[in-house]
């Protein structure tokens, strides 16, 4: 089966402007995730979805971050306006169902500049 | 709050030794673990996983061992090989579940 797909895989964008991420996560798996990883650290949940529900956002900075996951499938990670400290790598994960492994995605990783 | 914290940030061994990567967890809530591994430029990628009812399962070369008592987590790499090394996260779900809670990690380095 194919894996998650995210895109792009890497993004340079100067402070102040706006930016989006894009996941496909594998099929017929209704949980998808987002999750923001620094350098050296382990990952951290920003918000998981169960279909097009967001189910837990509590740790996402709602003043600048959004998400949204139409028709409960691909899902759409937006920064706007993009700080230097949201230089990280945004991994996208999904799972067949509650408390069963994720599978991740390569990530992208933003540099903001 | 909840975290997950490892014992070791670095680990070196030698090609075909075994490796024991261990793990602290704090939230007595948590019923399932899973060991991740990630290599440069990739994202995690499953290992094993292991529910609070069991206290040691075994996969291809890799075995999870748990201790609810002490809430400590292992695993442990038989024959080690340079394809192992990577940085290892364990992960736990934490008192409300359907999340993973990450600790920071532990680097493998294999020596050939």
């Known amino acids: 089966e194919a894996g998650v797909v995210q895109s792009p895989r890497y993004k340079i964008i100067e402070k102040k402007q706006p930016v989006a991420f894009w996941c496909n996560p594998i099929?017929?798996?209704?949980?998808l995730y987002w999750y923001l990883q620094n350098l050296g650290q382990g990952p951290e949940l920003l918000i998981r979805?169960?279909?097009?529900?967001?189910?837990?956002d509590s740790q996402l900075p709602k003043d600048r971050f959004s998400a949204e996951r139409l028709k409960g499938v691909d899902s759409t990670l937006k920064i706007q306006p993009a700080e230097l400290g949201d230089s990280a790598v945004y991994l996208c994960?999904?799972?067949?169902?509650?408390?069963?492994?994720?599978?991740f995605g390569n990530g992208t990783r933003l540099t903001v500049t | 709050g909840e975290s997950v914290g490892l014992h070791l940030p670095t680990l070196s061994v030698q090609e075909g030794d075994n490796s024991i990567i261990n793990c602290a967890y704090s939230?007595?809530?948590?019923?399932?673990f899973i060991w991740y591994k990630q290599e440069s430029g990739k994202g995690p990628q499953f290992i094993i996983d292991?529910?609070?009812?069991?206290d040691k399962r075994q996969g291809q070369r890799v075995t999870v061992l748990l201790n609810k008592t002490v809430k400590h987590l292992s695993l442990q790499i038989a024959a080690t090989q340079p394809g192992d090394s990577a940085v290892y996260f364990c992960?736990?779900?934490?008192?409300?579940?359907?999340?993973?809670?990450f600790g920071q990690g532990t680097e493998l380095s294999v020596k050939p």
């Open positions: 994960a999904s799972s067949l169902r509650l408390n069963s492994p994720l599978h």
């Open positions: 099929s017929g798996h209704n949980t």
């Open positions: 979805y169960e279909n097009e529900e967001a189910v837990d």
């Open positions: 939230n007595s809530a948590s019923d399932y």
């Open positions: 292991i529910r609070s009812n069991m």
């Open positions: 992960a736990e779900n934490g008192s409300q579940g359907g999340k993973l809670i």
